[in-house]
């Protein structure tokens, strides 16, 4: 049974730098893509970044492009997300995700990950 523990949401200034952290088990996660997606309540799940299982691509929303910096470590089977130059707008619960990609265009697509962690909840304050 696949299981997602994120770890790492707290309160932080604007401005300053996170790391959340994501430990997948459960499967040997062999070509399994995973990702990063965050929601604030009463809007959608967004995707925010994700690194492809077969190749190591990653991608980035252009939100948090040049500040996030997504990461995994194969040994350990955990993902990271290096969040810099927080914003007040970056507040949200994130998620982790992981999935078999259907399709590679789609990486950021929700409907592509049946397996999701519970969540962290990330504040930025101003």
């Known amino acids: 049974q696949v299981q997602l523990v994120e770890s790492g949401g707290t309160t932080v200034q604007a401005g300053g730098s996170l790391r959340l952290s994501c430990a997948a088990s459960?499967?040997?996660?062999?070509?399994?893509?995973m990702a990063w997606f965050r929601q604030i309540p009463g809007k959608e799940r967004e995707g925010v970044a994700a690194?492809?299982?077969?190749?190591?691509?990653?991608v980035y929303a252009d939100s948090v492009k040049g500040r996030f910096t997504i990461s995994k470590d194969n040994a350990k089977n955990i993902l990271y997300l290096q969040m810099n130059s927080l914003k007040p707008e970056d507040t949200a619960i994130y998620y982790c995700?992981?999935?078999?990609?259907?399709?590679?265009?789609?990486?950021?697509?929700?409907?592509?990950?049946?397996?999701w962690g519970q969540g962290t909840q990330v504040t930025v304050s101003s």
């Open positions: 690194i492809v299982g077969y190749d190591g691509s990653t």
């Open positions: 995700a992981a999935d078999v990609l259907s399709t590679w265009a789609r990486r950021l697509d929700r409907s592509e990950y049946n397996y």
């Open positions: 459960g499967t040997t996660f062999r070509g399994f893509s």
